[in-house]
């Protein structure tokens, strides 16, 4: 099938990428020239494992990225892989995903056939059917459920493994309201579906809506509530990890998402959080408890920062921050944990030196005054303490390195590190 994609961000190319090598024909349209080239050249623009080389494979081949909208003309159905942002107040800016629905219905008014538009951005219900449609619809002068057709298709992937978990899935989410969109999409993900044998949940464009904020709500509720029972493990010298092994036995509770610490960051769980709380409120209800996981997530990183504050006086002190991207495997830094971290240690006269594999080009952007350290040694030597803040394998793995900081005092957001003599440990709930 030819497919187009409109984005090409960590979920368009990922999703692009994962199409062609499924054997599908897909043109990626994006407004930045550089992600356009470096697909056609065969280069990942983004950092995610696996994507260089389904690139490689396919870029400038079944797989092709443009700046011209035209390109979706030849194309069946369309997916919107666009930012959906947070507005100050927390609900999602559906600014640049209306532009490119307008953009794109504009385009396709020279389309005689059918065309499917899909929603694969994370929206709050009702926006496909009560933003997008119409826009795509007034756009593009065709007539919705006659030659333009709309659907829901929420994306689960996340960052650092995106290109496993979208060849992978635990379910695939059709949000449909009549044959073709559903057909179409069904033929889309059919060598996918045929390979993994995943689950295909067919429901109405809302209810898809809704099922990744849900999702998203869920996880992000239940890292906090083990970040709340980590804490109180913490005054009482319990281990946290322990007690997560044990409970995560329990097939009702499971041990995924189970591992307490600095909590989440990233593009998603704040973002999607904060928007259907927003959301719930303007219909009049008040989501208490995805309020009390933002809050609980919020104060993690202070009480990092309360455990050094314990054992070192960091103004003018040489400190290492371990980790800079929201998690490992990817250089995203959207709300990463080191953002607070590096903003408590700045207001606390601390010198920072700052130590990531892949992210730091990216949080120098954010704050480009503090030191960047080209290693984990480097960032360690002679450093007063050091703070983990992303649990990177070669940051878990350091031991040794440790002995060249002026003071060992070693603060651990992520359990990644092993306690043993001759360095002052701290887990953050353990
Ligand atoms: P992103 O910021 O990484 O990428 C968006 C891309 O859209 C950028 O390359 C940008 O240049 C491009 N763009 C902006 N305006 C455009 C326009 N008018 N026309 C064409 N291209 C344009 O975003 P992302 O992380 O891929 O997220 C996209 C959506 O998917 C969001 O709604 C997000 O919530 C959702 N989502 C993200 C993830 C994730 O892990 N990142 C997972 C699931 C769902």
């Not at 619809?137 to 007539?143: C, H, I, P, R, V």
């Not at 993994?196 to 709500?217: D, F």
């Not at 590190?417 to 440990?425: E, K, T, W």
Request: glycine fraction near 8%; proline fraction near 5%; charge should be negative.
């Amino acid at each position: 099938m030819r497919i187009s994609i409109i984005g090409s961000g960590y979920v368009g190319t990922t999703i692009a990428a994962c199409f062609a090598d499924l054997g599908h024909e897909v043109v990626n349209v994006d407004i930045d020239e550089e992600i356009v080239s470096a697909i056609n050249s065969g280069e990942s623009p983004i950092h995610e494992p696996g994507l260089d080389d389904l690139i490689a494979t396919h870029g400038g081949d079944t797989l092709t990225a443009t700046t011209a909208y035209d390109d979706v003309l030849d194309t069946e159905i369309t997916f919107l892989a666009l930012p959906t942002p947070s507005r100050e107040d927390g609900s999602i800016d559906t600014s640049i995903i209306e532009a490119a629905a307008e953009t794109l219905g504009e385009t396709l008014q020279e389309k005689i056939d059918d065309h499917v538009v899909v929603t694969k951005s994370t929206v709050i219900p009702t926006t496909t059917n009560e933003t997008l449609a119409p826009i795509l619809e007034a756009a593009s002068g065709k007539t919705l459920g006659d030659d333009l057709h709309v659907a829901m298709n929420p994306e689960f992937l996340r960052e650092g493994t995106a290109v496993e978990d979208f060849l992978n899935p635990d379910k695939v989410v059709f949000g449909t309201e009549s044959d073709t969109p559903r057909e179409t999409l069904h033929a889309v993900f059919e060598p996918l579906i045929e390979e993994t044998s995943a689950p295909v949940v067919e429901t109405g464009i809302e209810e898809a809506e809704m099922i990744k904020y849900a999702n998203n709500g869920f996880l992000a509720a239940k890292v906090s509530l083990i970040n709340d029972i980590g804490n109180i493990c913490k005054e009482y010298g319990v281990d946290a990890y322990e007690v997560a092994d044990a409970i995560g036995l329990d097939d009702r509770i499971s041990d995924r998402f189970l591992r307490s610490g600095l909590g989440w960051g990233g593009s998603c769980f704040p973002k999607d959080t904060a928007a259907i709380k927003f959301a719930a409120r303007q219909q009049g209800y008040e989501p208490s408890m995805l309020d009390a996981a933002t809050e609980i997530n919020d104060r993690q990183p202070d009480r990092l920062l309360s455990l050094l504050d314990s054992h070192v006086d960091v103004a003018g002190k040489r400190v290492a921050v371990l980790g800079l991207s929201f998690k490992p495997g990817t250089d995203d830094i959207r709300n990463s944990r080191a953002i607070p971290v590096i903003e408590g240690l700045n207001e606390r006269g601390a010198n920072v030196v700052a130590y990531d594999p892949v992210a730091t080009e990216n949080m120098r952007e954010r704050f480009p005054d503090i030191e960047y350290a080209d290693s984990p040694e480097a960032a360690l030597d002679d450093a007063s303490a050091a703070l983990v803040v992303t649990d990177w394998p070669e940051i878990a793995d350091l031991d040794d390195e440790f002995d060249t900081m002026a003071t060992p005092v070693v603060i651990d957001g992520r359990h990644a590190i092993d306690r043993r003599d001759g360095i002052v440990y701290e887990g953050l709930t353990w």
